[in-house]
């Protein structure tokens, strides 16, 4: 058992300078730990509510002050000197609290940064590391990183449909040597684009955000920059694509390189991309609610590529069953903020792993410095985590967090490679 002796919430800025809440918290007479929450932009309307106070005079109306207030008072209030057992019971007690569905009483954020605090808490308190009080096998494997170094969409305004063009530099025997591989390429290809008189400036998620032709031209260029970095394409470095599809679904109809495509179309160009480019990897293709049309592009190519739910699945439990029922997509992206609490993160984990779809640990793109994202990645051997590029601190505060555990584990860790990828490379 544990009592909560200490509780304080207060309002900070994301990495996009917009208000975001942050909990200090301490069991018995342990130390203070504290936790953040990220805060997504292309948001799944099925995700946990987020609470913001909608008052235009500050922060535009992002301001947080009402799920801080929440913590401060009617969460402390019902939690300190209270004790728990495990963090499935804190959890299931904040639920309650809160009394609804999608936790809009106390505000997902509010919840959320009680939940992964208390984590840090009773970790600490068993002496442990994040990653290995949540680690239930004893094996640690280290995840290939899908590093966004091209942003689009919603991440940047610059006129390319997909959200993310990523690479994932799997094809290496340690995290640290792919993690290398990475950022060399990142930097070749700023190389590459200031060449070619594109704009090196970044997004939301540390790639760059370059105005270019077509979502094609992006991938070319990072192709010449995998060539100039001295690495193989399809051997050591592969792509992977998140196109918030959400984003450009309108009447039907999918918006790509100004051109309305339905979803026979849009199916066919997917295959065209995936047969000319090692592309091992594809996230959210379709629209959150184009049940039927996931279905058919999983049968379509889902042996050969992994078909990845975001917005479908907002790490959500019954979403994620019905996908797995449906035979829609073979992988979820799993994010903390999205569901609102850590054990319900887990038991999301859980149930595709029994269900054998892989799954990718995710950041947001409106980061904070907190790196727990690392620990549960490694904790829960997903192989797979997306924290943005190799640049700005709150993405590379996880790529740094996660050479700290590799150098700490040494041989007691792995790197998972192209283990969990459900594809057919």
Partial sequence: MAKITYLRGRQILDSRGNPTVEVDMRLDQ?????????????????????LRDKNPKEFNGKSVKQAVNNINVVIQKSIVDKNFASLQEFDHFLFNLDGTENKSKLGANAVLACSMTFLKCIAKNSNKEVYEFLNTNGEYVLPSPLMNIINGGAHANNGLDIQEFMIVPAGFPTFSESLRAGVEIFHKLKDLLNKNSHS???????????????NEEALSFIS???SNAGYKLGKEIFFALDVAA????????????????????????????????????????????DWDGWKMLTKLIGDKVQLVGDD?????????????????????????????SISETLQAIELAKKNDFSYIISHRSGETEDSIIADISVATSSGQIKTGSCSRTDRTA?????????DTLGDKARFSKLKTFNSSI
Avoid: M, W
Wanted: hydrophobic share 30%; net charge negative; glycine share 8%.
């Fill in 246 to 289: 959400t984003e450009i679904y309108k009447n039907q109809k999918y918006r790509i390189d100004n051109k309305d495509l339905g979803i026979d179309e849009i199916s066919r160009y997917y295959q065209e991309l995936i047969e000319k480019y090692p592309i091992i990897s594809i996230e959210d293709p379709l629209d959150e609610d």
């Fill in 312 to 340: 479908l699945f907002v790490t959500n439990n019954a979403r994620l069953q019905k996908g797995i029922d449906e035979q829609a997509a073979n992988s979820i992206l799993i994010k903390i903020n999205q569901i609102g």
């Fill in 200 to 214: 090196t400036a970044v997004g939301d998620e540390g790639g760059f955000a370059p105005n270019l032709r077509s």
């Fill in 398 to 406: 996880k790529y740094n967090q996660l050479l700290r555990i590799e």
């Fill in 30 to 50: 342990g130390e203070i730990c504290r936790g953040s929450v990220p805060s997504g932009a292309s948001t799944g309307s099925h995700e946990a509510i987020e």
């Fill in 224 to 226: 010449e920059a995998v």
